[in-house]
Structure formats: structure tokens, C-alpha cells
């Protein structure tokens, strides 16, 4: 999914929700691939009620790999990620997502 360089400034403090629907968090930042010149991860911090902040226990947030952004708009979708267990269709578990806890 492209972002051009206009947009890039525009991800800051979006909302971010999961396919399920569930809220995540806003984006506190973003990580770059400088060599290829693409997006490699958003830095998402939880807010308190969200989804991701079961899954962080006392981490503040998350970094999800680009690949797992299905849509960025007025808000930014990502997959729908579950702690552990066997996911349900179009879910992922934590591990096989590659998050990294922040």
C-alpha cells in the first residue's frame, strides 16, 4: 500500500483499528526502510480500553510490521491479532505477527 511522502505526516495520531473491528491505539510513529524507501512498521501507542492493551500488560505499545496493515485512510486498519490460541479465520497469533512490544 503506497504512502506517498505528502501523506506520511497525515499517519501521525490516526486511530487504529483491527479487521475485527476492535480499537488498537494511535500511531505514535512510524519505522522507515530508508534503502528501499518504504514503511517497515508503525509504532502504535494502546490506549488504556483498547485491544492491544490486554495483549501489552504494563508496555505502553506496539510495533506492528507494515505487512499487516490492510487499509490506511481516516483510520488505519491492521489484521486482527490474538494473544495465543487458535486463531479464527483472517486472525493471526501474536507470534506469527512478529510483534514487538514497546
Known sequence: MPVSVKDINEMFGKDVFTSKGYYAGKIKD???DLSRF????????????SVLASMLGGKR???VP???VL???????IKHVIP???PAEGEITEAEA?????
Request: proline share 3%; aromatic share 6%; glycine share 12%.
Open 30 to 32: 512510524l519505522e522507515f
Open 38 to 49: 518504504k514503511i517497515r512498521a508503525l509504532i502504535i501507542e494502546a490506549s488504556s480500553d
Open 61 to 63: 505499545g506496539i510495533i
Open 66 to 68: 507494515y505487512p499487516l
Open 71 to 77: 487499509a490506511v485512510g481516516d483510520i488505519v486498519i
Open 84 to 86: 495465543s490460541g487458535t
Open 98 to 102: 512478529g510483534l514487538e512490544k514497546i
